[in-house]
T-cell receptor, first 110, second 114 residues
Framework: DAKTTQPNSMESNEEEPVHLPCNHS???????IHWYRQLPSQGPEYVIH???SNVNNRMASLAIAEDRKSSTLILHRATLRDAAVYYC???????????FGTGTRLTVIP | AAGVIQSPRHLIKEKRETATLKCYPI?????VYWYQQGPGQDPQFLIS???????DKGSIPDRFSAQQFSDYHSELNMSSLELGDSALYFC?????????????FGNGTRLTVT
């Protein structure tokens, strides 16, 4: 499986936008880019996913580079509830698995 | 909306005992996944099932087995428990649409082996 690289940790002030980067230089054409997050003492939670085009949903936006070797998860207005570990995961089309790497621990400062 | 239900929430066992964890997927979800998360670790994929058949296998020890039943619920059976098996065990479910279907996770079962 293609690997992703994320910063170990990031900080953001409350109510400011947050841009969480992810590098995936060995991505293949059939790999979807998924983002999950895990709040303390909870199971992972799906955030967003995409293949080539930028995606928006009620939780976040996903910006995918034109060459697909990197992507950025955008939280438009961080709240204290967004403090979590964010995982960027490549998931191959047809794969019945999801492998978590080492994500980014986001701290939101009041 | 209905979520993934796992039982029990907490389980305490002694070394060499057996444990069974249960997972009830979201209605109409036909794929179930099991994960193990040790203290301070990231979730590790163990195994998945689609339509009651094993569909993928990760780092599941030979002492563990799992199955998916006709009502789509799944059970993870763990035998000869070791101290290192103490962890959070998560179950997730999805519909079978390949990589385009998000996983929905339960809140986990915390297993403590003493």
């Amino acid at each position: 499986d293609a690997k992703t690289t994320q910063p170990n940790s990031m900080e953001s002030n409350e109510e400011e936008p947050v841009h969480l980067p992810c590098n995936h230089s060995t991505i293949s054409g059939t790999d979807y880019i998924h983002w999950y997050r895990q709040l303390p003492s909870q199971g992972p939670e799906y955030v967003i996913h995409g293949l080539t085009s930028n995606v928006n949903n009620r939780m976040a936006s996903l910006a995918i580079a034109e060459d697909r070797k990197s992507s950025t998860l955008i939280l438009h207005r961080a709240t204290l509830r967004d403090a979590a570990v964010y995982y960027c995961i490549l998931r191959r089309l047809g794969a019945n698995n999801l492998f978590f790497g080492t994500g980014t621990r986001l701290t939101v400062i009041p | 909306a209905a979520g993934v239900i796992q039982s029990p929430r907490h389980l305490i066992k002694e070394k060499r005992e057996t444990a069974t964890l249960k997972c009830y997927p979201i209605p109409r979800h036909d794929t179930v996944y099991w994960y193990q998360q040790g203290p301070g670790q990231d979730p590790q994929f163990l195994i998945s099932f689609y339509e009651k058949m094993q569909s993928d296998k990760g780092s599941i020890p030979d002492r563990f087995s799992a199955q998916q039943f006709s009502d789509y619920h799944s059970e993870l059976n763990m035998s000869s428990l070791e101290l290192g098996d103490s962890a959070l065990y998560f179950c997730a479910s999805s519909t079978w649409t390949g990589a385009n279907s998000p996983l929905h996770f339960g809140n986990g079962t915390r297993l403590t082996v003493t």
